[in-house]
């Protein structure tokens, strides 16, 4: 710490949505171990998802955004805490009457959910390869009690041991790659590392290469990019589905959005072959996520595919590189987000609760249409946002990532995503299709699918997300506004 | 303002029925019908209108524009516009419109509401396309007009209707993607070239681009044109969604979505990239010649009523895609006569395979027969549109297939005699149409009572229409020339007009 005394007060300003998070998960811990019922400890959750929200504005521009080596919250970390913070507040809504109400004994699972966001919080913020692994950690380790969370059934804990042994292999890659570098160039620090001269123009050395690329190794489990992919779908699929919601959006924004500072500010893409290995990831993603997903049956499952598709769409707009990069990435993850909690929130509202009986294969769905129409709606705009279709989100994100991709270049890039969202109308109009079918398969639909009646809470929650979508996708200029600030500040 | 009244019009007319359908069962057709009435009323006072107008020069031949900032960081504006061919294909995308719902009025009964939010969002989506004169915005409605027409086919749609909507939408949205593509591109060329980023159609008219760049943009434009024309290689979508869509889906896409490619062709492809359109002229041309013969070949070996009219279509649209790429002035002015009577003709026929499946549950051709005397008047309408299809003089078709023939004569005598043959092949499988369906012995003994007083109505107009194309196509004639000014014409009289 070489901070100067005076500036403390400054820094816990600037620090104040990271600790209020972090005082709001003791909080509730507290809270819960006293008085075990979970309405009020949802309750609780949820004031301290919206208080670190509102601190939020607070921080930005309360002092030096730089606190310590460690962390630094500049517009850029803010704007993506802001994104986990709003999306965890999703999950927390969808959680509640998910996890049986207020019968069922469920306090710890929102102490958990506070800890991965604050994970994500200092994940995002991270400027030093000490915090980025001490936010991976705090996610990851949240997440494996989070998926195995209805620990009497099988399919949860399945999934968590998955998730846990693979996480722990990459997180030993990563810190293996961080040791690497650190060997090569005796810093931790991001900023340092672009700044040492010419590092990746004189082109790294053995050591430092194979150091970048473990990191990308690593960083490639916890986003799902091909051929790391392999436990995303049976992990999705085993989830309880807010949690699958929670993992496909604040675990893997929260890293992309982590790897996107550290390749700017490290000035990593001056390297010929990290750019090279980064694109070949992305066409293998996109295509394989793709193809895997046409002949899925679980609605889980096409999501897991189509997110693996999604982060490859991101990575070619990450591949451009510069202010518009940051700027498509942003937007592109910020819809991203909206349409994941969407359509993992409609899934979690056909639910009857535990996992084991998640409405998500889809003959449950035939029909959906003409029985609960404004769900099947809701679920609608979200694959169409999916899918790339205007006046969705998910166009002006793809539009964006496109507008990044085309003024850097990459032709490749540019045809590979086109051609994999061609692939990926088929099996979201599947679902469609499957939704307003009609006559016979319906009725079948209408057998299979549990009734269940959704919470005014998570009613309204999907109808602000689909709202959103929608507004945002009309008329994107307030986020884009935004963005320009945040990318900004970044490069 | 009157520009962007037309496109919400319809998409509050849509919302409106939904709502309506839910209180009173019954009511969203009024709904629906009022509004495409209103539309079509609005369309024709306008034409009315701009007669005078579109034979000044000073305005070059835009009638009305509208232009606001949407999302500036991308330089992207609401921009529409209007000129002569927008203005008659809105008009035709109007009276589609009122036929549509009028030969849907007993054919939908289940979720009829929705069925009619789809239908007129369908119609806003393609007004849109004809006005849209941004390069963003008409992506924009170019690919939502496609979600409604997606819900028509997939919930209203015959036997194999799931694979039929699947199959357009993957066509359409993912050559529409390859558009997008070429968008892009072509304003990245155009921002090096400026350092100003803009969608905006006269601003991007002319671009200045290597020949290499130039025609592979071009042909990014192209594919998704061509799938919607739908040009030959690319046409295997079209037969499939066709049959198997609601009749008013079936009147639709032949009549407004198939524009909507041609459109596209006359509009973007050849004033944005004049040269490459030029080397690339012949190639398109020998497609669209290949398209008028083998759709004729095709349509011949249908057993399907609704499948044969389909592959008429690829041969009609052939046409219009030899005249828009012969571009002079006489093959324009047949290419948009022809996907004027095109729309009408093939729209009456979708009309009448829509009332014969209603009676008779069937589209097989081979189960019908002899029903010239049980149905007189239908028997009458549909002889009347085969022959408007064959081509036969007086009707519209052969004003457009006349034009575009000698036009194409002078630019490439030996395509324009292939295409000729045309005449004949149209002949042999109308002739067939009518001899299957309506002569011989009802062996079936089918029981059919004739049109009622509203598919009269429908059919008549249509009808009359035809008529009116094929004996004084002057009106439509001089609304089509500003286009065939030479393309860099277009944009100096532009700026010109905005000027005053």
Same mark, same amino acid.
Not at chain 2, 248 to 267: D, P, Q, W
């Given at each position: 710490m070489n901070t100067p005394p005076f500036a403390l007060h400054s820094n816990l300003m600037v620090l104040s949505p990271l600790i209020l998070l972090a005082g709001s998960a003791v909080v509730v811990m507290l809270a819960a171990a006293f008085y075990r019922h979970p309405r009020p400890v949802m309750m609780l959750t949820l004031a301290g998802l919206v208080l670190s929200f509102a601190s939020l504005f607070l921080s930005q521009g309360a002092g030096s955004p730089q606190v310590t080596a460690l962390l630094v919250l500049d517009h850029y970390a803010l704007f993506f805490i802001g994104l986990i913070v709003a999306a965890t507040f999703v999950v927390v809504v969808l959680c509640y009457r998910y996890f049986g109400g207020d019968e069922s004994r469920h306090e710890a699972l929102y102490i958990l959910l506070l800890l991965a966001a604050l994970g994500g919080g200092v994940l995002v913020a991270s400027s030093h390869f000490a915090s980025f692994l001490l936010g991976l950690e705090l996610l990851s380790i949240s997440l494996f009690a989070l998926i195995a969370y209805p620990r009497f059934t099988e399919r949860p804990l399945e999934a968590g041991i998955k998730y846990l042994i693979l996480a722990g292999f990459s997180s030993a890659f990563l810190l293996f790659g961080m040791a690497l570098i650190y060997a090569q160039l005796g810093t931790m620090q991001f900023a340092q590392i672009g700044a040492l001269p010419a590092v990746f123009e004189r082109g790294l050395d053995a050591y430092g290469l194979a150091g970048l690329s473990l990191i990308l190794v690593g960083a490639g489990f916890k986003l799902a990019l091909v051929p790391f992919h392999m436990w995303t779908p049976d992990v999705y699929e085993g989830a309880p589905a807010p949690i699958s919601a929670f993992i496909a959006t604040v675990s893997k924004g929260a890293m992309l959005a982590m790897l996107l500072r550290y390749f700017v500010v490290a000035d990593a893409h001056q390297s010929q072959s990290v750019v090279m290995a980064l694109s070949l990831i992305a066409v293998v993603t996109i295509l394989a996520g793709n193809l895997l997903a046409l002949r899925q049956d679980n609605i889980k499952r096409i999501l897991a595919y189509s997110s693996i598709a999604q982060l490859g769409y991101l990575l070619v707009g990450f591949l451009a590189f510069g202010a518009m990069a940051v700027e498509a990435v942003a937007y592109y993850l910020a819809a991203y987000f909206v349409t994941m909690l969407g359509a993992f929130g409609v899934v979690t509202v056909l639910s009857r609760g535990t996992p084991e009986q998640d409405s998500d294969m889809l003959n449950e769905y035939a029909g959906l249409f003409w029985r609960r129409p404004w769900l099947a709606g809701v679920f609608t705009a979200m694959l169409l946002s999916l899918a790339g279709i205007?006046? #969705?989100?998910?166009?002006?994100? %793809?539009? $964006?990532?496109?507008?990044?991709?085309?003024?850097?270049?990459? /032709?490749?890039?540019?045809? *590979?995503?086109? *051609?994999?969202?061609?692939?990926?109308?088929? $099996?979201? =109009?599947?679902? @469609?299709? *499957?939704?307003?079918?009609? &006559?016979?398969?319906a009725v079948t639909g209408q057998m299979a699918a549990p009734k269940v009646k959704a919470s005014l809470a998570e009613s309204f929650t999907l109808a602000v997300l689909a709202l959103l979508l929608i507004w945002l996708g009309v008329y994107p200029d307030p986020l884009i506004r935004m963005l320009e600030t945040t990318a900004v500040h970044l490069a | 303002m009157i520009l962007s009244t037309l496109i919400f019009i319809l998409v509050a007319g849509g919302m409106l029925s939904w709502v309506v359908e839910r209180w009173r069962p019954g009511s969203a057709k009024w709904v629906a019908l009022t509004t495409v009435g209103i539309e079509l009323l609005l369309t024709i006072w306008l034409w009315l209108q701009s007669a005078?107008?579109?034979?000044?020069?000073?305005? &070059?031949? /835009?009638?009305?524009?509208?232009?606001?900032?949407?999302?500036?960081?991308?330089?992207?504006?609401?921009?529409?516009?209007?000129?002569?061919?927008?203005? @008659?294909?809105?008009? =035709? #995308?109007?009276?589609?419109?009122?036929?549509?719902?009028?030969?849907?009025?007993t054919e939908i009964q289940e979720r009829a509401g929705f069925f009619y939010l789809n239908l007129l969002w369908t119609l806003a989506g393609a007004v849109g396309v004809f006005l849209a004169l941004d390069l963003f915005l008409f992506f924009f409605f170019w690919e939502l007009m496609l979600v409604p027409m997606y819900f028509m086919i997939a919930i209203w749609g015959h036997e194999k209707r799931q694979y039929a909507s699947i199959k357009f939408f993957i066509f #359409?949205?993912?050559?529409?993607?390859?558009?997008? *593509?070429?968008?892009?591109?072509?304003?990245?060329?155009?921002y090096r070239s400026t350092g100003v980023l803009t969608f905006d159609y006269f601003e991007l008219l002319n671009t200045a681009m290597s020949p290499s760049t130039e025609l592979w943009i071009m042909l990014g434009f192209f594919i998704a044109f061509a799938v919607k024309t739908p040009i030959v290689p690319f046409h295997t979508w079209l037969p499939d969604a066709h049959t198997e869509a609601p009749t008013?889906?079936?009147? @639709? =896409?032949?009549?407004?979505?198939? %524009? #909507?490619?041609?459109?596209?062709?006359?509009?973007f492809v050849v004033p944005l990239f004049p040269q490459a359109a030029g080397y690339f002229a012949p190639v398109a041309m020998a497609l669209g010649a290949i398209g008028i013969l083998y759709g004729a070949f095709l349509a011949f070996a249908q057993t399907d009523f609704k499948r044969l009219v389909a592959y008429t279509s690829v041969s009609h649209l052939g046409f219009a895609v030899v005249g828009i790429f012969a571009w002079n002035p006489w093959s324009l002015g047949g290419a948009v006569m022809q996907m004027i009577a095109h729309g009408v003709s093939t729209g009456a026929l979708f009309v009448i395979a829509g009332i014969l499946q209603e009676r008779t549950h069937t589209r097989d051709m081979h189960r019908f027969g002899g029903v010239w005397g049980i149905m007189p008047r239908l028997a009458a309408m549909g002889l009347f549109f085969a022959i408007a299809a064959l081509g036969l003089p007086g009707m519209g078709n052969f004003v457009g297939e006349f034009l575009v023939l000698m036009g194409l004569s002078r630019v490439n005598s030996v395509l324009a005699s292939v295409a000729a043959v045309a005449f004949v092949t149209s002949v042999v499988y109308a002739l067939a149409l009518v001899q299957k369906i309506f002569h011989g012995e009802n062996t079936q003994g089918w029981q059919l009572h004739d049109l009622s007083g509203r598919e009269m109505a429908t059919l008549y107009s249509m009808a009359a229409i035809t008529l009116w194309l094929g004996l004084y196509p002057q009106p439509v004639l001089d609304a089509a020339p500003s286009i065939a000014n030479r393309p860099p014409a277009i944009a100096v009289a532009h700026r010109e007009g905005n000027a005053e």
């Open positions: 205007p006046l #969705t989100m998910g166009f002006i994100g %793809k539009f $964006y990532v496109l507008i990044a991709a085309v003024g850097a270049s990459l /032709w490749l890039l540019v045809i *590979v995503l086109a *051609v994999g969202s061609a692939m990926g109308l088929y $099996y979201y =109009l599947r679902i @469609i299709a *499957v939704m307003c079918a009609h &006559g016979s398969e | 005078s107008a579109m034979a000044l020069p000073a305005h &070059g031949g /835009w009638l009305a524009e509208l232009r606001a900032e949407w999302i500036p960081r991308f330089g992207v504006s609401f921009h529409l516009a209007m000129d002569g061919i927008s203005l @008659i294909l809105v008009v =035709l #995308t109007a009276f589609l419109g009122v036929v549509s719902v009028a030969c849907s009025w #359409t949205e993912g050559s529409g993607l390859f558009m997008l *593509v070429a968008i892009l591109a072509l304003v990245f060329v155009h008013a889906g079936s009147v @639709i =896409l032949a009549g407004v979505l198939l %524009k #909507t490619g041609a459109y596209g062709l006359l509009r």
